[in-house]
């Protein structure tokens, strides 16, 4: 089918219009019934608006494990949790449109067939039985389309004929799935926006935006219209969605889960490797996912995954942690900054051991991973949207303006990259000259970006908080830490100091717009250290004793 | 410096004769001692010479468990242990022209200070205190240069200031390095020539090629002028010379053991990755190099190396073996399908489960490979080649005609890749439906090349034996079966058959040239399967028995 260019808005039109038909009637609430839309939180809303049953709320603010539990002693039925997440994602989506693929209809019938089997055969048919996930917008799954963000995908093709490895792996252990959730165009921009699905709001303050690629899913999760979701980060796409909701989060060295039968945004890309990983409300939900996927040993189905089970870490007892307050490129604000003040303040009455880390190099490999980026000219994302003439978003410009690299350039490219990654942990093992212990760092914590949630289309950092640990491949992990404040965060510095995007971002930052936006941070490992980051994160959460 | 372009000669004649002083004059053997130029097989030659004394040959023919308990139970020197290797190599590279860098002197003084250490201290100073270990020359080397065979890096820089991350840690637990080793022009060709150090001769049949790119160090270690050897493969470099030589090797999946600081033909290439692995004369000296980089805890050093300690590995009673014995791109002559019969035999006679293995995707693979390896438009071989006029050798041209690829065509060639490595995993995998106890295969059986050794200057092949696991990053193994035989591997097939290399390969084989030419064979494992890949060489070993 040849689309005529100017088509996009008909194309992404009927797409639209084919979803909204997939909503269940009976749970969409009347528009005049929805908080106002100068509400800027909306957290409390739905518990408190009585269009969810009791029951339905039990199970919706509860953990995986505990509704793996209730299914399998038959307090709950697969169909009773997939209806209530279903419920419940139906109205987050009216309060942030955070949704992409709805398909209510399949999540509830394989519920059923759930129910079936645990009936029939007196067992679950795996250690997912009936545990509703959901996804990314560009993790295929049968008979569901991959659009991210792209309006040439809409329809093209219409549904896919086979699970991701992910999907698979985890539909085979029993898992539910029931959306799919909103990314930017190509999910190539901080804020999930594009032509089909539109913007998703964050429902912490709807004057920020959800954060991209992964906003849908943070937004979702935030509103407990899901229990665990799995976002892809190839730039910082988990950690800022999941940082501007105040989420935990992993995002894995490439190789920990499979990757395999995702759609991507810049297709063969390899200098750096989008990786996928989970969003969670509570620590517990997000080590339980790990642990599930990686019990699937992932290494038999995607030939990209390193056979590493899941291990049992014994921290030491005091922890050496280094912190990186400022990447010296964006100054954080001041919501940020205090931030990371508690969580160093707190570490140190605690007896752990805390030196500054020095952001060298941060710069050069975020310029790097931007040139990596745009290696192809941008010809993969200018082909796709502009076959139906979608035009780019300003974030997005540079697709179309940058020249084709030549791959000897590229290779030079990797090779300097290469003696940073070797520059940077040599700097890492060589903390143990600083420690009182005499023992290296055992994680870096630094801001995810310098903002608790940008305000809408107002993302001006360069990812560059979060981009170097792509590059590196290090394991990082997102914790929350407290809510911006409009007498506690007032503006104190100039708005001009390190760069023109630093100047701008102190030009946006206003305490009282920001009231009440997340304020969470990065914790980051070497390679493959998903499970000692996950312990630490233990630590720190004892410590701050966060919530809403 | 500019070097004028019709110099290349001058600077090699130059840098030969340099390295030449380096030998120790005592140690050489006047030609006319040497064994006269058409002795084709020269192994047994150094033992009967008398050049050796008997401490020097029990040394020389002992293993490295051995001499390094012999060091640390003073039975042996340091000092006595290094002489006597570069005794032997030396004699060797006289027999072969196997080595380019020679440092006897500084090994000697490592020898003694080591000596001192342990009568000083009581206790050797590290696990490898006094063990020899050879290099390929593209291992930066304190001190040394690293040519890989390319004139223009005879003296560019004359000497690096830093061990690459290998040498480092086994230099820091008492390994003594002594020579770096032959290789083909950028290492990439499968025979090992250059304009700097020539050719490298098979010492099992010296009408044929040591092979390459680790060909000297493969002449080197058959000759037992090393004890363990470290060779690297991008295409077939470590497996394509041991195989030749009849030599144990790892190839390990990319990540196992570092690679940091070794210098490549083709730096910035990461569409496939070259890796460096261990030849030696036994399983057991294998089986100890391996298990000793990895206690290194290589991934502190090298921020690419994955952490996965070295694991014990219980094999099933009896294996699951997949046996390839054609690739249908070349057919194996007489004696390497006679190693196959000869292995499959042997596993079926112990009970084992044999089925046989598809090569499909080999073709492609292979190709993508060499599109990989060609992608820069030979940029950078040309660039380092062109400075100082050296011209190319045949196996080399396409690297001045292939034309530069776009980084976009090179991110199609990855989905590509991708794709096929997803499709052969599941094809692994789905070998349980055809193996008597329904487990997927343990590991594929398959010849490294079609023949015993090429005749020197006729390596027809595209490596297309070896080069698929490469873009696979799957670990292989090395093991001998036998030796070619004039009488046992008559030539029985016509010279026409699959293509014109497959009628090449057959056209030159020759069954009196071949004799006593190697026959070796490669055992493949999924990705960092290395350990499992040495055990199941044990079981083959066993029922095999070979000794030259």
């Known amino acids: 089918m040849t689309v005529p260019k100017t088509n996009y808005k008909k194309i992404a039109a009927q797409k639209l219009k ?37 029951l339905e709320l039990e199970i919706t603010e509860s953990t995986a494990t505990k509704i793996l539990e209730n299914i399998k002693f038959k ?50 048919i795996g250690p997912l039985h009936g545990l509703p996930i959901s996804l990314k917008d560009n993790f295929n799954i049968k008979g569901q389309a991959t659009t991210i963000g792209i309006v040439n995908f809409c329809f093209n093709p219409e549904s896919f004929e086979e699970d991701a490895v992910l999907v698979k792996l985890l539909r085979e252990r ?44 943070a937004a979702l999760i935030k509103l407990r219209g899901s229990i665990i979701g799995v976002g892809s980060d190839i730039g910082g796409s988990v950690r800022i969605p999941a940082s501007f909701q105040n989420l935990y989060a992993i995002k894995p060295t490439f190789g920990r889960f499979p990757t395999y039968g995702a759609r991507s945004g810049l297709a063969g890309l390899e200098s750096v490797s989008s990786v996928n990983g989970p969003l969670t409300n509570t620590l517990e939900d997000l080590e339980f996912y790990c642990k ?29 942690i280094a912190i990186c307050a400022d990447n010296l490129i964006v100054r954080p604000t001041p919501p940020i900054r205090r931030g990371v003040s508690m969580v160093k303040e707190a570490l140190i009455k605690d007896g752990h051991d805390v030196i500054d880390w020095d952001p060298t190099d941060h710069l050069r490999l975020s310029d790097i991973i931007t040139s990596f980026f745009l290696s192809d000219g941008g010809v993969h994302v200018i082909k796709e949207t502009e076959a139906t003439g979608e035009t780019l978003f300003p974030y997005m410009e540079m697709y179309g303006t940058t020249p084709e690299m030549k791959v000897s350039e590229l290779w030079k490219l990797h090779v300097e990259r290469t003696t940073l990654i070797k520059k940077y942990l040599d700097r890492w093992l ?26 809408n289309g107002k993302f001006h950092d360069s990812v560059a908080y979060t981009s170097p640990f792509n590059l590196l491949d290090y394991s990082v ?13 007032p ?47 233990k630590v720190i959460d004892e410590l701050i004793n966060y919530s809403d």
């Open 292 to 320: 599930s996927v990686v019990d699937c040993e992932p290494w038999l189905y995607d030939g990209k995954c390193i056979e590493i089970p899941w291990r049992k870490i014994e921290l030491p007892e005091k922890l050496n």
């Open 174 to 217: 029993g898992a539910v799935f029931y959306v799919k959730t909103n990314v930017p165009v190509a999910m190539m921009m901080p804020e999930s926006i594009n032509h089909i699905w539109g913007n998703t709001d964050n429902p912490m303050n709807r004057l920020l935006s959800a954060g991209g690629s992964s906003g849908g899913e």
């Open 477 to 489: 992990g997102i914790f929350p830490v407290t809510r911006a404040h409009k007498d506690l965060d």
């Open 430 to 455: 060589a903390t143990a000259a600083l420690t009182k212990n005499g023992k290296p760092i055992d994680a870096i914590i630094t801001p995810v970006t310098p903002f608790p949630g940008n305000p």
């Open 491 to 537: 503006v104190d510095e100039s708005s001009t100091n390190y760069c023109a995007t630093d100047s701008k971002v102190w030009k946006d930052y206003n305490a009282e717009e920001s009231h009440g936006g997340a304020v969470a941070l990065q914790i980051v490992g070497r390679k493959f250290q998903e499970e000692k980051l996950i312990e630490m994160m």
């Open 75 to 124: 307090q709950w039925s697969a169909y009773q949790v997939a209806s209530a997440f279903c419920h419940r994602a139906s109205i987050a989506h009216q309060l942030t449109n955070c949704l992409t693929e709805v398909f209510f209809e399949d999540a509830l019938e394989t519920a059923t067939a759930l129910d079936k089997h645990q009936e029939e055969t007196g067992d679950v």
């Open 18 to 54: 084919q979803r909204d038909a997939k909503f269940i009637s009976k749970w969409l609430i009347p528009e005049s019934a929805l908080p106002a839309k100068d509400t800027k939180d909306v957290l409390p809303w739905i518990s408190k608006s009585g269009y969810l049953t009791d």
